[in-house]
DNA sequence: ACCGGAAACCTAGCAACGCTAGAACACTAA
DNA sequence: TTAGTGTTCTAGCGTTGCTAGGTTTCCGGT
């Protein structure tokens, strides 16, 4: 029956969710470090070697759950954006949306903009999550006079330049609001 | 005697510089993955146990890099900045030094800034050339009118952002003169 | 109902990793 | 010359990502 193998790869597909979440939560709990392919694969409670029936290697896992976090971070934006009027308080509206996902998933963070190089992210191939993302960075600021993209690339190199040097204990964690409004001043 | 003892207490710190010379080298050549301890050992010319003798680990030795790298950066911005003009020349200039030491020295920058975490930064008892290459970065920023230290934080930010972005193929390279234009308009 | 073939899965193992114990060596001082 | 102190090496431990080969399971046709 054509079904059967219909449900067979509807489960394979499931379970290709399962352990990009489980590597995601491991990542989450213990750090990227923590995440070895046995251990992995004990949580998902099958053998190593189905891993990579799934992913050709651990680089693969962790760029799926990198897609996820772009996933998840996109409709943050989208949402914090929506219902703020434009100028500052779109800008600030945002900042503070990038930078409570990064505090709220430091690994999947890590796994979208420090980690993996395996995807291709300056590209029109890059993911369309990822365009949308940036798309959401753009409306926030003011029509650009230049080159249009470049502005939002500077946005976004100063959320994540703050995000990450926070994140590594480089800067001053209780400053953060203070970065915040700078932020604002700067690009609002 | 004692200046024999002397001598070879010497000669065992030039070797310690050897081995942060040569593992900055392969890591330049052939990126962090391929330092291994095995491989500067070898290029070294010493077995893998010598290293243990002078470093905890591997991780120390990264360290090493790091802070000889943060000198060296150091060094580069005084110089920038030492003769340009304040204001928009001088942030420029700092800006541009900035970018070419990441671009020059992409496995000493990644040490510095992203790699390791043992090295306390945002704290009294940070590296002195840490410091003093922030207050390099402070001096071509108008004088804060807010809490000093976050204008600079989140210049550096943008900086590393930037840096950091552009070195993992996440933004376009071709795009980097009109970013750093960007950069002098709004610290400038 | 049964059996052949294919798909799925696991056990076992490889090379390379960071790191360490303990033997072998070299060299200084009496 | 010898005792003793450092220095350096060989060998090996546990863990890593990944793979080969055999075993099991299950679908599809007679």
């Known amino acids: 029956m054509v079904s059967i193998s219909e449900r067979r790869q509807r489960e394979l597909a499931k379970r290709a969710e399962l352990i990009v979440d489980a590597a995601r939560e491991l990542a989450e709990e213990q750090g990227w470090d923590a995440v070895t392919t046995r251990r992995l694969a004990e949580r998902v409670e099958y053998s190593q070697p189905v891993l990579y029936s799934h992913f050709a290697g651990k680089d693969a896992i962790v760029d799926a759950v990198a897609v996820a976090g772009i996933a998840e971070l996109t409709e943050r934006l989208r949402a914090a954006v929506a219902d703020a009027s434009p100028g500052r308080e779109a800008v600030g509206a945002a900042a503070r949306a990038y930078f409570t996902f990064a505090v709220d998933h430091p690994a999947a963070y890590?796994?979208?903009?420090?980690?993996?190089?395996?995807?291709?992210?300056?590209?029109?191939?890059?993911?369309?999550?990822?365009?949308?993302?940036?798309?959401?960075?753009?409306?926030?600021?003011?029509?650009?006079?230049?080159?249009?993209?470049?502005?939002?690339?500077?946005?976004?190199?100063?959320?994540?330049?703050?995000?990450?040097?926070?994140?590594?204990?480089?800067?001053?964690?209780?400053?953060?609001?203070?970065?915040?409004?700078?932020?604002?001043?700067?690009?609002g």
Chains 1, 2 share one sequence.
């Open 110 to 187: 890590q796994a979208m903009f420090t980690l993996t190089t395996g995807l291709p992210f300056a590209t029109d191939d890059a993911p369309q999550a990822l365009k949308d993302s940036f798309d959401e960075l753009t409306k926030v600021l003011p029509p650009a006079s230049k080159n249009p993209g470049s502005l939002t690339e500077v946005f976004w190199s100063t959320l994540h330049g703050i995000a990450v040097l926070a994140a590594s204990g480089r800067m001053r964690p209780e400053h953060q609001e203070e970065r915040l409004s700078i932020v604002i001043d700067l690009f």
